[in-house]
């Protein structure tokens, strides 16, 4: 079956635009995460939705950064304003979430580069 | 929730056995364990998952002492291919992946 799809693939943008990237979960899944992984560093976690709520925000790294997901499907990571140092690759994953931990499915991601 | 510490980085040779340990002192009575491997330029897929004892599945074995306060990754008769960054998860709903152990297998 179709996995988790993440749009663009590729993103170059100047600094202070806006960016959307947008992220497909696996069709039932419903918990859906963004994580962000600069080169050579490890996965750091930004937001985590269960349905349409996000429980913890705690990872969000400024007010620039803003995440939504609508009908329990589709997510948008909005940077506003980018900053040289928010070029990474950002990745979406999605799992069938409830109370036993379920693995996480994780996209190709987004490689970000702010000019 | 649970932290991780496991090995920044760990070289091996083709054909051989690997066994990367991951500590979890914290861990809880629910959490269970789960390992990622993330290969260049994509994101981290699943390799298997346990609450105790030993799993194995076609790709690794893990084992995990009655403590539960570690937990072993072995990844038997290793390739070339298997050179990647794996990543030791605690708990439900983790989103904690630390920076991983990066395995560098030569031929």
């Known amino acids: 079956g179709a996995g988790v799809s993440q749009s663009p693939s590729n993103k170059v943008t100047e600094k202070g635009k806006d960016v959307e990237l947008r992220c497909d979960p696996i069709?039932?899944?419903?918990?859906l995460y963004w994580y962000r992984q600069s080169l050579g560093q490890g996965l750091e976690f930004l937001i985590y939705?269960?349905?349409?709520?996000?429980?913890?925000k705690s990872g969000l790294p400024s007010d620039r950064f803003s995440a939504e997901r609508t009908g329990g499907s589709v997510s948008t990571l909005t940077i506003q304003r980018t900053q040289q140092e928010d070029s990474a690759v950002y990745l979406c994953a999605s799992s069938l979430g409830g109370d036993m931990y379920q693995p996480q499915h994780f996209g190709d991601g987004t490689r970000l580069s702010i000019l | 929730l649970a932290k991780t510490t496991q090995p920044i980085s760990m070289d091996s040779y083709e054909g051989q056995e690997v066994n990367i340990t991951c500590s979890h002192n914290n861990i809880a009575t629910n959490d269970y364990i789960t390992w990622y491997q993330q290969f260049p330029s994509q994101g981290p897929r699943f390799i298997i998952q346990?609450?105790?004892t030993k799993v194995t599945n076609e790709v690794a074995s893990l084992f995990i002492p009655a403590d539960r306060k570690s937990s072993t990754l072995s990844l038997p008769r290793v390739s070339l291919s298997d050179t990647a960054v794996y990543y030791c998860?605690?708990?439900?709903?983790?989103?904690?992946f630390g920076a991983g152990t990066r395995l560098t297998v030569k031929p």
């Open positions: 069709s039932g899944h419903t918990a």
């Open positions: 939705f269960q349905g349409n709520s996000a429980p913890d």
């Open positions: 346990g609450y105790k």
């Open positions: 998860l605690v708990g439900a709903n983790d989103m904690r």
